[in-house]
């Protein structure tokens, strides 16, 4: 078994350079398949505008002219404009008022050109009035002006007139004296239609959000639900009862086990999907309300980005699997774990956050701006898509190039002071296990007394000399490079009272024993990991107790 799996990481090392590259390949494919496909929907993008057409209007006057001498004139309808029209009044619900009083200003003139309009006058066979929309959300106004020539009427729409209107497509007719005018059968629908744009009050907005979000909220509760089993059921008690940081269950997914550290990858791959998530919903519930199409929303590329997230966490879990995790850095896990590299800062992940952070907001407020009108989710540019490939493959870089960082499993005390006054020859130290240890010679260590609110004493400080270092167990992963485990020995410590040198032991044993001694251990490259008693790490078990050679 054990030369299984032996045989199996040399293969996977083998392997790893062409597998990184085929991951490397996969997020740019993807980001160019994005770039096709927002360039493509880009272009299929443009207004429409609507022309008048004046087809059918010779022969309607000529037919006019022909009969004038032996029917009556009918009068009848040929355009409308505008075709398009914009009201600044505020569309709300109709569960949601919407005060329109600062609007009273607001106006439209309508025109519509025809055919034998009547002079306007008392008499109620002559009595004009123009609609817009269907029952029971219909603009009627009798604010008409007819032209000399009788072919065109001016219909002005006042603010109280226009708030019945919902945004969309409605039909306009004309009624003279109470009758429906005459339509030519040639002029297209549309021909006889008008689109009302017109924004959406903020109570709107929040109330779609408000639900979007809810519905969210319901998905995350279900795994959050979900993380919190799984955290209960894995944890072992020797850990649910020592005082180590306690996580929440969102917490709990961004955990890298391995290292006690946030993930960035994961918490990148949580970011983009709770994003998607919300930004679907949002406009699926807020078009189909507001604008009452109700069907499936594109993702306009978005799904490229949501694979290259995808991708990102894979080819991030190989890279840590067979090229070495990072540092676990500080005791407890932190939010700045997704900047740092074992306690040290590194660029690639910082410029990795960045720019999620300015899309994933971007995204949102261009959402909520444009979704009374849109049609699919904001269209991503191309560069944006080439920017997050090259970003993803920056991060994945870093974690190849870089070299695994330092991990404390466990730290064992020599058995007992007072057997150095018993047997002299005994020598008192502490034995460090763990993974990627530097070799003695390249590693630094410092100790430190904690008080009970577990703040450093930094009087107490000591950094242990490269003398009073050795190395117990060689990494056979890495030979000449790394350790697994490293023994400090007390004797001879520059830092220690000459006089009370076994009282200081005695005390030493104390505060260890009472998890009040920190413990950072730092390699050569500057990566660290911190080890107080409190942190051990999570779903391992304590491992059993080192024998000292």
Avoid at 149 to 166: C, G, M, N, P, V
Avoid at 474 to 483: K, L, M, T, V, Y
Wanted: with cysteine; proline share 6%.
């Amino acid at each position: 078994m054990r030369l299984f799996k032996i045989s199996w990481k040399r293969i996977s090392k083998r392997y790893y350079y062409p597998l990184l590259s085929l991951g490397l390949a996969c997020i740019l494919l993807l980001t160019s398949v994005g770039l096709g496909e927002a360039q493509q929907n880009s272009s299929t993008i443009a207004p429409t505008n609507t022309n008048s057409n004046q087809t059918g209007t010779t022969t309607s006057i000529q037919q006019t002219s022909n009969e004038t001498l032996t029917i009556p004139r009918v009068t009848s309808i040929r355009s409308i404009s505008p075709k398009e029209f914009y009201i600044s009044i505020p569309q709300s619900l109709p569960f949601v008022q919407q005060d329109i009083r600062r609007y009273k200003q607001e106006k439209l003139n309508l025109v519509v050109t025809g055919d034998n309009f009547p002079k306007p006058d008392n008499l109620l066979r002559n009595k004009i009035e123009v609609k817009i929309g269907n029952p029971p959300d219909i603009a009627t106004t009798t604010n008409v002006k007819v032209t000399e020539d009788r072919r065109a009427i001016f219909a002005t729409f006042s603010s109280e007139q226009l708030k019945k209107l919902s945004r969309g497509t409605h039909p306009v007719s004309v009624e003279v004296g109470g009758n429906a005018t005459n339509i030519d059968p040639q002029l297209p629908d549309d021909r006889l239609q008008v689109m009302v744009m017109r924004p959406v009050s903020g109570l709107t907005t929040f109330l779609m959000f408000a639900i979007a979000a809810f519905i969210t909220l319901i998905l995350v509760v279900i795994i959050y639900a979900l993380a919190t089993q799984s955290k209960q059921a894995h944890l072992p008690s020797l850990l649910k009862e020592s005082k180590r940081k306690n996580l929440n269950s969102l917490e709990w997914l961004l955990l890298d086990r391995q290292t006690n550290t946030f993930s960035l990858a994961r918490a990148q791959f949580i970011w983009w999907l709770t994003i998607i998530v919300f930004g679907y919903l949002f406009l699926f519930i807020g078009r189909g309300s507001i604008q009452g199409v109700w069907e499936f929303i594109p993702l306009s590329g978005f799904g490229y980005t949501f694979l290259i997230s995808l991708v990102t966490l894979v080819t991030a879990q190989a890279t840590s699997t067979i090229r070495g995790s990072k540092g676990s850095g500080e005791v407890n896990p932190a939010w700045s774990d997704l900047v740092v590299h074992g306690g040290v800062v590194a660029l690639e992940r910082v410029q990795q956050v960045v720019w999620n952070l300015i899309i994933g907001i971007a995204f949102i407020v261009i959402l909520l701006v444009t979704y009374t009108t849109a049609s699919s989710l904001p269209t991503i540019p191309s560069e944006i898509l080439v920017l997050m490939g090259i970003s993803a493959g920056g991060y994945i870089g870093g974690k190849a190039v870089r070299k695994p960082g330092p991990n404390i499993s466990q730290v064992v005390l020599w058995d007992n002071p007072e057997d150095l006054i018993t047997n002299p020859d005994l020598t008192p130290h502490l034995t460090l296990a763990g993974e990627h240890f530097s070799q003695a010679g390249g590693v630094i260590v410092q100790m430190v007394y904690l008080d009970e609110y577990k703040n450093e004493k930094q009087e107490t400080r000591i950094e242990i000399k490269q003398d009073n270092i050795c190395t117990l167990e060689p990494d056979p992963e890495h030979p000449g490079e790394f350790c697994r485990k490293l023994q400090i020995n007390f004797s001879g410590l520059n830092a220690l009272p000459e006089d009370d040198w076994l009282e200081w032991l005695q005390v030493f044993s104390e505060n260890f024993t009472a998890q009040r001694v920190k413990i950072t251990l730092i390699n050569a490259d500057g990566q660290r990991a911190v080890w107080d008693g409190s942190n051990p790490v999570p779903e391992r078990r304590k491992a059993p107790s080192l024998q000292s050679t």
